[in-house]
């Protein structure tokens, strides 16, 4: 959308009237939360990465609410969550509190809309040993909520769980159980959940604190990407010379250097097999698949 000069939309506004929305309670002051500008549409079905636009949908809101009477720009930033759902966030002058009441206007632009969710910091835990025959349905998140606030007195997740297990794992008949991202409303139930365990399926859980990372972190125990050694169930892999062993296991035979490179190392990438190179080398060629991965992902939400 162009930016007319005169006109903070670029497009000519016109005066609220009667039949029009009421102007939000504007938030006042420079000291408040990002959260609480920021709202996240939450939709029937997963958008594709491949087929979103966070110019267009930014546009198209703010279009319909300039239609609907409100002046000036109400979307500042449009962002696709993991979760496959749309995150809005406002301008200085609105909030996610008006977003929430003219929920029926934003409807009128995404269909598969099911319900708006305002900002808030969620305090998640990744729980171990989920049996996934169990739980690997369609109800299965459902369950694990059930689960929680049956047997763990006092917690309450919030959002919906998902696995942290790949669904290829899951599905292959070769794993008993899994792991899950689970999320609280605050660092007190986060706490409990993680000192306490929580009881799930009859068992008692191994919980910690989920710590979420890029596609391109490095484990290492595994030297794999795109998780850590906290969550890592591979085998152990040397990022040095790709030896069944943790890189702090290293240990030089000849000079006894531990942990570290030396001057008799025979390199080799446990990734992408390249003798010239350590796993953890930007020349790597599975760590350079995986940044260009991401770059177009988020070239495509642009």
Not at 99 to 122: A, D, H, M
Not at 191 to 210: D, E, M, Q
Request: with cysteine; charged share 20%.
């Amino acid at each position: 959308m162009s930016r007319n000069k005169g006109s903070s939309t670029g497009i000519k506004t016109k005066k609220p009237n009667s039949s029009t929305r009421d102007q939000p309670n504007r938030l006042k002051g420079p000291s408040k939360l990002a959260l609480s500008r920021r709202c996240t549409l939450l939709q029937a079905h997963r958008v594709q990465a491949s087929s979103f636009s966070a110019l267009s949908i930014c546009n198209l809101l703010n279009l319909v609410f300039n239609k609907n009477g409100i002046q000036g720009l109400v979307v500042s930033t449009v962002s696709l969550s993991i979760r496959g759902n749309i995150v809005v966030n406002t301008t200085p002058e609105f909030n996610s509190e008006f977003l929430l009441q003219n929920e029926t206007i934003i409807k009128g632009v995404f269909p598969f809309l099911t319900s708006l969710k305002k900002g808030e910091s969620w305090y998640k835990v990744a729980i171990h040993g989920i049996p996934i025959r169990d739980f690997n349905t369609e109800e299965g998140m459902d369950l694990i909520i059930s689960e929680i606030k049956t047997f763990n007195k006092g917690l309450s997740p919030i959002g919906r769980p998902y696995w942290a297990t790949k669904k290829e794992y899951r599905d292959s008949g070769n794993l008993n159980s899994g792991t899950i991202i689970v999320a609280f409303p605050n660092e007190e139930q986060q706490r409990r959940a993680i000192s306490n365990r929580l009881y799930i399926a009859g068992i008692s859980t191994r919980v910690v604190k989920f710590i979420a990372t890029s596609s391109t972190a490095q484990c290492n125990k595994c030297a794999g990407f795109g998780h850590s050694e906290l969550l890592c169930k591979r085998e152990p892999k040397c990022i040095l010379c790709a030896e069944n062993h943790m890189i702090s296991n290293h240990n030089c035979s000849i000079c006894k250097k531990k942990g570290a490179k030396c001057s008799h190392l025979v390199i080799k990438c446990t990734n992408c097999q390249n003798t010239t190179h350590s796993a953890n080398s930007k020349l790597c060629e599975v760590y350079l698949a995986i940044k260009n991965k991401t770059t177009n992902t988020l070239n495509n939400e642009l």
